[in-house]
């Protein structure tokens, strides 16, 4: 659906993207992610032929973007960030605007006007100013927008900033929903939103790709493991200096709760020293209150691919 | 065709849509109707020389708010898209750029002829309580509002060009009203200056809209003054077109 080759978008001096290659296919639900300033939504706007890229291709259902521009767009749908919108038209008014303009036909408005307003809970609204509307329902009018007129490709920059959790769980349910049928390209930085949401990631930084793969993947692929958390009655033992020999893990931070202590383990990826730890423990009586292990994250898949340079 | 009435409607609504458009609508009824009934008035009392067309269509109450009317009404059209960030939801629509701006175009000329039906029926109504033709001939009355569309069509197209330029709705009115004030008042400097070159002021005259409304509103029709209108209108439109894609790009 998408393909996306050696694309490069240079602004005076700043490269924005820099030789990007991904592709998604018919019915993915992507989600691209990255740190502020990665060069998601410089890589949306080409994809939507706002911008034309420096260099390199990409195509949008078979059409160039820049060459065959307006067929490309016929299949998008795209929310842009922050939402633009007419804020002097009504709420119908506007979407009918909007499907005549993405070339809904005049017997189908009706039908297609109102299967969004359902579909984005904006009834109690129609009539009203776009104007006088919330962060919320405007959000939902650029998403009712984008969906109005049917399209195989959707391209949502940001579609939950702005919105009330309630609000943020009633898109999300809806865009997981419309995967299959159509393909949704997702920007986002709100890592639980993509675990939910996306059956792939695309993790950009610096205008490259740091990463592409499903979730699943990224978390069972990262370096940088999980920790585990371990509270005991450790009397006047030197609990740390032991539990440091223990395989697998790379440091001990240590804390007071009143009679037990509190242990933070550091694990090297892939290594669960439970079993030694239990032993250990019944060795030296301790008294066990907690063993946790935490999973690592998205959150740590991403700050390790954007946060160093390398 | 669709997406360019589409664009054409939403584009003719957005007046209605601000008090703008009622504002200009109110005071250019006000000031077409006073110097209507004003210059009745006189011709009533003294015999004229002049007809009632070529009478209205001199005077600088029908200059005045004649070029003030251009910076209003197209200040907004672009520079609104630009500072809302619009334009992103309009070029990323199945939209050619050229009928973004041709419906733009089309757009604010028919605004600017609704804001002169008032006063064509004003004379119509004229001729018919007074059995007397507004101008020299029938003919004569239709060549004054034929120029009056093409003088429309250019410093239309001179506002749209200025608000694509910026983002802010002042500048583009303040550089349309200046280009607009040069175009009509330049035509004087030989006058101002005391020039008595014949020639010089004959090329000036040529690109007079004073000068060319007092021909049309005798009924001479002529041909110069309307290539002249045309092409600077596809000029105009062109550039445009140019400035418009260059600051979405840019953007």
């Known amino acids: 659906m998408i393909k996306v080759e050696n694309l490069t978008k240079r602004y005076a001096g700043v490269t924005a993207i820099n030789n990007l290659n991904f592709e998604v296919e018919k019915g993915e639900i992507v989600g691209f992610l990255g740190p502020n300033g990665a060069g998601k939504s410089t890589t949306m706007k080409i994809l939507t032929s706002y911008l034309p890229a420096s260099s390199g291709r990409a195509t949008i259902a078979g059409f160039d973007v820049f060459e065959q521009s307006v067929e490309a767009r016929k299949h998008l749908g795209y929310l842009p960030e922050n939402t633009p919108l007419y804020t002097d038209m009504r709420v119908n008014e506007y979407l009918r605007y909007r499907a005549s303009l993405k070339g809904v036909p005049g017997r189908k408005m009706r039908q297609s006007v109102g299967d969004v307003l359902e579909l984005c809970s904006l009834r109690d609204v129609e009539h009203k100013l776009i104007g006088s509307l919330s962060k919320g329902y405007r959000q939902r009018v650029g998403l009712a927008d984008a969906l109005v007129h049917d399209p195989d490709l959707l391209i949502l920059d940001e579609p939950t900033i702005g919105l009330d959790p309630n609000q943020i769980r009633h898109v999300r349910e809806l865009i997981k929903n419309l995967g299959g049928k159509r393909t949704v390209l997702i920007s986002t930085h709100i890592l639980p939103e993509v675990e939910i949401m996306c059956s792939r990631v695309i993790v950009i930084h610096k205008g490259k790709i740091r990463a592409s793969d499903t979730a699943e993947n990224l978390l069972k692929n990262q370096r940088t493991a999980g920790s585990m958390r371990f509270e005991a009655k450790v009397g006047s033992d030197d609990a740390a200096t032991d539990l440091q020999k223990l395989p697998g893990v790379k440091d001990v931070a240590t804390e007071k709760d009143g009679d037990y202590s509190v242990f933070q383990l550091r694990l090297e990826a892939n290594t669960d020293p439970s079993e030694e730890l239990m032993r250990l423990a019944m060795s030296k009586h301790w008294v066990v209150r907690e063993i946790t292990r935490r999973r690592p994250t998205l959150e740590d898949v991403f700050v390790e691919l954007t946060h160093s340079d390398s | ?251």
């Open chain 2, 1 to 251: 065709m669709k997406t360019f009435l589409t664009l054409f409607s939403r584009e003719l609504k957005s007046f209605f849509y601000s008090p703008i458009a009622y504002v200009v609508l109110f005071y250019f009824l006000l000031l077409a109707g006073m110097n209507f009934w004003y210059q009745i008035q006189i011709v009533n009392g003294y015999p004229a020389e002049l007809t009632i067309v070529e009478i209205v269509f001199a005077q600088a109450l029908f200059w005045f708010p004649f070029i003030l009317s251009f910076p209003l009404i197209t200040m907004r059209v672009y520079s609104e898209e630009f500072r809302m960030g619009t334009l992103e939801t309009l070029t990323t629509a199945p939209v050619k750029d050229w009928q973004i701006v041709m419906s733009k175009f089309a757009g604010v000329l028919f605004f600017y002829c609704i804001l002169w039906a008032p006063s064509f029926f004003s004379f119509a109504a004229f001729q018919y309580i007074t059995h007397h033709s507004a101008a020299n001939a029938a003919g004569a009355f239709y060549t004054t509002f034929l120029l009056l569309f093409l003088m429309g069509m250019f410093f239309c197209s001179v506002g749209l060009l200025a608000s694509a330029l910026t983002k802010d709705q002042i500048i583009a009115a303040t550089i349309s009203f200046s280009v607009i004030l040069v175009c009509v008042f330049l035509p004087f400097l030989p006058m101002v200056m005391n020039l008595t070159n014949p020639a010089i002021k004959e090329i000036f005259s040529y690109f007079s809209p004073v000068q060319h409304m007092e021909d049309f509103s005798k009924g001479i029709i002529d041909s110069r003054p309307i290539v002249w209108y045309v092409s600077m209108t596809a000029l105009m439109s062109y550039l445009t077109l140019q400035v418009f894609q260059f600051r979405k790009w840019k953007a």
